[in-house]
């Protein structure tokens, strides 16, 4: 099993991206993004199930970020819309088989992709 996670970059606040976090060797029930900044804890960003497509977020991205995925690339993508300094953080794509908000919760993790925003 392996999560490839990508997209990551520096963009000036305002901007956009899109992460993609690619699955191989088995298909998850429900798999998530997280962050974490220097010095921080890692945070929940958002989560998306498999079977009915229910999408989770934080506080602190929702209406801002979106989660998908392609079922039949078995990828997920983290669209982030109107970038702010306090996004800048390491984010890690995760797969478990069953919704969680917590990191314990998530059974396998991507290698994690830089995000950098620029004020």
């Known amino acids: 099993v392996q999560l490839q996670a990508s997209g990551g970059g520096l963009v000036q606040a305002g901007r956009s991206l899109r992460l993609s976090c690619a699955a191989s060797?088995?298909?998850?029930?429900?798999m998530g993004w997280f962050r974490q900044a220097p010095g921080k804890e890692r945070e929940f960003v958002a989560a998306i199930t498999w079977g009915f497509g229910r999408t989770y977020y934080a506080d602190t991205v929702r209406g801002r970020f979106t989660i998908s995925r392609d079922n039949a690339k078995n990828t997920v993508y983290l669209q982030m819309n109107t970038l702010k300094p306090d996004d800048t953080a390491v984010y890690y794509c995760?797969?478990?088989?069953?919704?969680?908000?917590?990191?314990?919760?998530?059974?396998?993790w991507g290698q994690g992709t830089q995000v950098t925003v620029s004020s």
């Open positions: 060797g088995r298909t998850f029930s429900n």
């Open positions: 995760a797969a478990s088989a069953e919704y969680s908000r917590w990191a314990e919760g998530y059974d396998y």
